[in-house]
């Protein structure tokens, strides 16, 4: 399967790819929906809403400030890796990520859009002040410097919108795709769900890396069973072999 699927992305003329928290769970970040999942510990509706933040923006931000923790202290795995480097092979046309960790940047990818925002960034409420955070907020929330308004994380919370430049590239960039490798995503939030869809509804390929089925399973032309940290390494030495790097 490995084989195949190398000779797939090697023949294939815009691969996309659509990570979940998945990839980043070997960093040590937890997934949202597994065993040990953030949500089984915490309700989405408590902590990454507006009207929770609305309702308590101190407990909404310790949550967040231990997560920009997590992030800070992560390190890229050999699945962020080997993303960069069919990037970097110019087999890996677009990167889009459900993920709002930088662990993608780090590893060297550099095409990524991040459909649910980014957690190092923080953006005023009330301004048009935002910044990058390269260490938890000192102060529980956080103030904007310039208009003294809460500062709120830079991701995007439930029943909020994904922000349109994003969503329209990613659209057009499932419109493009002959192949989309989906990494390590349960599939059940839209629209990020969808991508794969698209791709499958005219009449492309899509590759499945997880460690069990998923919602996009279903129309998986490949279902690689396993971690994204085995797999994709794996799948990059195969195309390596295929043309000759070593
Ligand atoms: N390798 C590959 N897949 C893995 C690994 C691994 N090492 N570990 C876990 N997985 C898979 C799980 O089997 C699951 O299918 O990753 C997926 C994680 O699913 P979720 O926790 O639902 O995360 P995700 O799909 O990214 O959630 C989407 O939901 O809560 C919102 O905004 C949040 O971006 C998130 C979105």
């Keep these: 399967m490995i084989e195949k699927v190398a000779e797939v992305i090697l023949k294939s003329r815009h691969l996309i790819a659509l990570t979940g928290a998945g990839i980043s769970?070997?960093?040590?970040?937890?997934?949202?929906?597994?065993?040990?999942?953030?949500w089984k510990r915490y309700r989405p509706e408590d902590l990454a809403?507006?009207?929770?933040?609305?309702?308590n923006p101190k407990l909404v931000w310790e949550w967040y400030a231990w997560r920009i923790n997590l992030v800070l202290n992560a390190k890229p795995n050999p699945a962020h890796?080997?993303?960069?480097?069919?990037?970097?092979?110019?087999?890996l046309k677009m990167l889009i990520t459900q993920n709002v960790d930088d662990l993608h940047e780090r590893a060297g990818s550099k095409k990524i859009v991040?459909?649910?925002?980014?957690?190092?960034k923080v953006v005023c409420t009330r301004c048009e002040y935002e910044a990058r955070l390269n260490a938890p907020p000192k102060?529980?929330?956080?103030?904007?410097?310039?208009?003294?308004?809460?500062?709120?994380?830079g991701v995007v919370w439930f029943g909020e919108p994904i922000p349109p430049a994003a969503l329209s590239l990613?659209?057009?960039e499932a419109e493009m795709a002959d192949v989309i490798l989906v990494v390590g995503t349960s599939g059940v939030v839209m629209p990020a769900g969808q991508i794969p869809y698209i791709v499958k509804s005219h009449g492309d390929i899509v590759i499945e890396i997880n460690i069990q089925?998923?919602?996009?399973?279903?129309?998986?032309?490949?279902?690689?069973?396993?971690?994204?940290?085995?797999?994709?390494?794996?799948?990059?030495?195969?195309?390596?072999?295929?043309?000759?790097?070593?």
């Design 139 to 153: 102060e529980i929330p956080p103030k904007c410097p310039v208009c003294q308004a809460l500062l709120r994380p």
């Design 25 to 38: 769970a070997e960093s040590g970040i937890p997934t949202f929906r597994g065993p040990k999942g953030l």
């Design 81 to 91: 890796y080997a993303l960069a480097e069919l990037e970097k092979m110019n087999l």
């Design 170 to 172: 990613a659209f057009s």
């Design 49 to 55: 809403t507006p009207e929770a933040f609305a309702r």
């Design 213 to 246: 089925e998923s919602a996009i399973t279903p129309i998986a032309d490949f279902f690689i069973k396993g971690r994204a940290g085995e797999i994709l390494p794996r799948i990059v030495d195969e195309i390596k072999r295929k043309i000759g790097c070593f």
């Design 114 to 120: 991040h459909l649910h925002g980014e957690i190092l």
